[in-house]
C-alpha cells in the first residue's frame, strides 16, 4: 500500500534526531472534500502551512517524516480514542467531562471544525470511514516515527524527536514568543535539552515560551519516554517568521527560519550525545 508520508534519510538514522511535521499536509483527496460543507480554503487554519518547507530546509542527515495528507483528514498528534461522538459514529460513549478539551472543542481525532468556518463535514461519519484513515494514515505514520526513533537509540543510545509545527502569531513581535518549546511540562524530554534548543532561539534575538500556550500532544504523549532514552519536543514556530504577509505563501523570512531550526537542531543532536546510554552499537 502506498505511504501518504515522505520520510527522508537512511534507514539507518544518521543522528539522534528525528524529526517529524504531521500538520502541514495540503494533498486534499476527493474523498474529503466530497464530504465538505465549506470550502476547502476555510480547512487552511487548521494547516501548519507550509512549515513542511521550514524543515526540509533545516535537515541535512536527519531522518524526516513529513506527514502529505491534511489534518482536516485526520490528526496525527490526537490519539485514536479522541474520536468526537457530534460527528463519528464509532466513538465510544464516554461521559462528557471525560472527553478531552480539544474533543469537545471539536479538534478530535477528525476535526469536526474549524476557526472562522464552524462545522466542516456535511454529514456524520460511519465507523468504518474513521478506521479507514486510522488504518491508512494514523498508524502508518506513527509506525514510521516508532522505528526511526528506535532505529537511533540502537545506533547512538539516545533518540529525540523534534515534532515541528507552526502557530499563529501570539502578539506583537516584539512582546510576544515567536516560538514555544513544548515537552508536557518536563514530562517528555530531559531539561537539558530544552535548554539548548532554547538558548539557540535566544541566540538569534527571538523570545521563547515554554509550554504556553502549546505543551505538545499525542505525538509525544505516545513516543517519549525519557527514563528509556527516547525524548520528544515540540516546535511552535510563528508563522509570521517564514511565510509572506497573508499568511499563506512563502515568505523572505523562510531561509532565515530554516537556519534558526537547523542550529536548534545541531544543539540537540550536541546535548543529546552527552546524554547518551553506554550502549549504542555504533
Not at 524527536?161 to 513581535?173: Q, R, V, Y
Not at 530544552?194 to 504523549?221: C, Q, S, W
Not at 513516543?223 to 532514552?229: T, V, Y
Given at each position: 500500500?502506498?505511504?501518504?508520508f515522505?520520510?527522508?534519510?537512511?534507514?539507518?538514522?544518521?543522528?539522534p534526531?528525528?524529526?517529524?511535521v504531521?500538520?502541514?499536509?495540503?494533498?486534499?483527496?476527493p474523498?474529503?472534500?466530497?464530504?465538505?460543507r465549506?470550502?476547502v480554503?476555510?480547512?487552511?487554519?487548521?494547516e501548519d502551512?507550509?512549515?513542511?518547507?521550514?524543515?526540509?530546509?533545516?535537515?541535512t542527515t536527519?531522518?524526516?517524516?513529513?506527514?502529505?495528507?491534511p489534518?482536516?483528514?485526520?490528526?496525527?498528534?490526537?490519539?485514536?480514542?479522541?474520536?468526537?461522538?457530534?460527528?463519528?459514529?464509532?466513538?465510544?460513549?464516554?461521559?462528557?467531562?471525560?472527553?478531552s478539551?480539544?474533543?469537545?472543542?471539536g479538534?478530535?481525532?477528525?476535526?469536526r471544525?474549524v476557526?472562522g468556518a464552524?462545522?466542516?463535514w456535511?454529514r456524520?461519519l460511519?465507523?468504518?470511514?474513521?478506521m479507514?484513515?486510522?488504518?491508512?494514515?494514523?498508524?502508518?505514520y506513527?509506525?514510521?516515527?516508532?522505528?526511526?526513533?528506535?532505529?537511533?537509540w540502537?545506533?547512538?543510545?539516545?533518540?529525540?524527536?523534534?515534532?515541528?509545527h507552526?502557530m499563529?502569531?501570539?502578539?506583537a513581535?516584539?512582546?510576544?514568543?515567536r516560538?514555544?518549546?513544548?515537552d508536557?511540562?518536563?514530562?517528555?524530554?530531559?531539561?537539558r535539552?530544552?535548554?539548548a534548543?532554547?538558548?539557540?532561539?535566544r541566540?538569534?534575538?527571538?523570545?521563547?515560551?515554554?509550554?504556553?500556550?502549546y505543551a505538545?500532544?499525542?505525538?509525544?504523549?505516545?513516543?517519549?519516554?525519557?527514563?528509556?532514552?527516547?525524548?520528544?519536543i515540540?516546535?511552535?514556530?510563528d508563522?509570521g517568521?517564514?511565510?509572506?504577509?497573508?499568511?499563506?505563501?512563502?515568505?523572505?523570512?523562510l531561509?532565515?527560519?530554516?537556519?534558526?531550526?537547523?542550529?536548534?537542531?545541531?544543539?540537540?543532536e550536541d546535548?543529546a550525545?552527552?546524554?547518551?546510554?553506554?550502549?549504542?552499537a555504533e
Amino acid at each position: 500500500m502506498a505511504r501518504n508520508f515522505d520520510q527522508l534519510g537512511d534507514a539507518v538514522p544518521a543522528s539522534p534526531v528525528v524529526l517529524s511535521v504531521p500538520h502541514a499536509g495540503r494533498d486534499y483527496p476527493p474523498a474529503l472534500t466530497d464530504l465538505l460543507r465549506v470550502p476547502v480554503a476555510a480547512l487552511l487554519p487548521l494547516e501548519d502551512r507550509h512549515v513542511d518547507a521550514v524543515a526540509r530546509a533545516a535537515r541535512t542527515t536527519q531522518t524526516l517524516l513529513v506527514q502529505r495528507t491534511p489534518r482536516a483528514w485526520i490528526d496525527l498528534n490526537r490519539g485514536e480514542d479522541d474520536r468526537d461522538p457530534m460527528i463519528d459514529d464509532g466513538a465510544a460513549p464516554v461521559a462528557l467531562p471525560l472527553r478531552s478539551v480539544k474533543v469537545r472543542s471539536g479538534l478530535g481525532l477528525v476535526p469536526r471544525r474549524v476557526a472562522g468556518a464552524g462545522e466542516v463535514w456535511r454529514r456524520r461519519l460511519s465507523a468504518p470511514e474513521v478506521m479507514t484513515r486510522i488504518v491508512d494514515d494514523h498508524r502508518p505514520y506513527h509506525q514510521a516515527v516508532s522505528a526511526a526513533l528506535a532505529a537511533a537509540w540502537r545506533r547512538f543510545g539516545i533518540a529525540v524527536l523534534l515534532d515541528i509545527h507552526s502557530m499563529p502569531p501570539l502578539g506583537a513581535p516584539d512582546d510576544a514568543p515567536r516560538v514555544v518549546l513544548g515537552d508536557r511540562f518536563g514530562r517528555s524530554a530531559a531539561n537539558r535539552l530544552v535548554r539548548a534548543a532554547a538558548g539557540v532561539i535566544r541566540e538569534t534575538g527571538l523570545k521563547p515560551a515554554f509550554n504556553a500556550p502549546y505543551a505538545g500532544g499525542h505525538m509525544l504523549d505516545r513516543h517519549a519516554r525519557p527514563r528509556l532514552g527516547v525524548h520528544g519536543i515540540q516546535l511552535e514556530l510563528d508563522r509570521g517568521l517564514y511565510l509572506d504577509a497573508a499568511l499563506d505563501g512563502i515568505g523572505p523570512g523562510l531561509a532565515a527560519t530554516a537556519t534558526l531550526v537547523g542550529r536548534i537542531i545541531v544543539a540537540l543532536e550536541d546535548a543529546a550525545l552527552g546524554l547518551a546510554l553506554p550502549h549504542a552499537a555504533e
